[in-house]
C-alpha cells in the first residue's frame, strides 16, 4: 500500500507555436503519484516526456492547469520558491548525468548542500551516506573519469536525494547505458521507493523499466494515457 498523494497534475496542457502552426505536447492531462511509487512514462521521442519532466520540477512554468508537490502549487511559486523547492523536496537526474568532472563523487553529491547552507562537516556526511545508499561507499575520491557510466548515474542518484528530496524526477536515466547497468538503475530506484518512500517519476524509451514500475504512463499525440493501456504497450515492447 503506497502513501499520500505527493504528484498531482490536473488539466495540464501545454502548447508550442511554431510559425503558424500550435503543436499540442500535453492537452488537459491527468495524473497523480504517492510516496513510494515508482512511476514511469513511456512515449516516442518528441513526444513531451522530457517537458513533462520540466514542468513538474518548475524549470518550465508556461503552462496551463495545474501542477502539486508535496502541496505545493508549482504555477504559483515564485523563481526563487521554485529553486527552493528543487533544493529540498524535488531531486533531478539526467540521462548525461552532468557531474563536475573536476571533483571527486563525494564533492559532486555535495555541491546541492552549499546552498542550503549546510557545514562542511554536515555536508560530508550526508554525501558519504548518499553514496553509501547506492553502493559507492568506496569510490568517495574518484573522479568521474574514474567511474563506469552506471557509478557515474549513481551518483548523479545520489546527488539528487541528498538533500532529503521526496521526488526523483529521472529523465532518461539509462539512456546511454546497456542492459545490465539499466537494470541495476532500475532495481536501485526502485528500492529507494520500497525501503524510503521516495516518489520516482522516470521517462524512458527503455521497456525493460516495465517490470519495476508501479504505475504506467503513455505519452503521445498530447495525451497522457495511464493504467492497462500504457502497460500493454510496455510489455509489448518487451516481448519484442
Known sequence: ?????????????????????????????NASAHAGE???VMGPSGSGKTTLISMLAGLDAAYRGSIRIDGHEVN?????????LRSSVVGMVFQDHRLL???????????PLYLRGFSARERESRAADAL???SLGGRLRHRPSQLSGGERQ???IARAMVGGAKVLLCDEPTGSLNREMS??????LKELCDRFGKTVILTTHDSTAVEYADQLLLVEGGKLKPGNEAREVGRAATSG
Open 132 to 134: 553509501q545508499l547506492v
Open 183 to 188: 537494470h541495476q538503475i532500475f532495481k536501485l
Open 76 to 84: 504559483k511559486l515564485s523563481k526563487r520558491e521554485r529553486v527552493g
Open 154 to 156: 549513481r551518483t548523479a
Open 38 to 40: 515508482f512511476v514511469v
Open 101 to 111: 568532472p573536476q571533483l571527486s563523487a563525494q564533492e559532486n553529491v555535495e555541491a
Open 1 to 29: 500500500m503506497k502513501g499520500e498523494v505527493v504528484v498531482e497534475v490536473q488539466g495540464l496542457s501545454k502548447q508550442y507555436s511554431m510559425s503558424s502552426e500550435r503543436l499540442d505536447i500535453l492537452t488537459d492531462a
